[in-house]
C-alpha cells in the first residue's frame, strides 16, 4: 500500500475546493501560497468557462436586438416614422 503524505492530502484538497467551483483567489488564500501562481499550477482541474462565456455573450446580443427593435417599433406610429 502506497504511503499517503501530508502534501498528497493537501493536493486533495485543493483539488476538492476547485471541483466545488471556489476561485483560484480564495483557494490560495486558504492554503497560504504567497503567489496565486503557485495556485494556477492546478490550472488543469479549474472547469473550462468559454461555453458559459459565450452563452452569456449570446444572450447578451439576444436582448441588445430586441430592445433595438423593440425602440424601432416605438419610432413608428401608423406606418409613419416620427
Do not use: C
Amino acid at each position: 500500500m502506497k504511503r499517503i503524505r501530508i502534501h498528497d492530502l493537501r493536493h486533495s484538497h485543493i483539488s476538492l475546493l476547485i471541483d466545488m467551483g471556489f476561485s483560484a483567489v480564495a483557494i490560495a488564500d486558504r492554503v497560504g501560497h504567497e503567489s496565486i501562481d503557485i495556485t494556477y499550477q492546478y490550472a488543469h482541474l479549474f472547469p473550462s468557462k468559454q461555453i458559459e462565456m459565450a452563452e452569456k455573450l449570446d444572450d447578451l446580443g439576444k436582448e441588445i436586438l430586441k430592445m433595438s427593435a423593440k425602440n424601432r417599433d416605438n419610432k413608428i406610429v401608423g406606418g409613419i416614422s416620427q
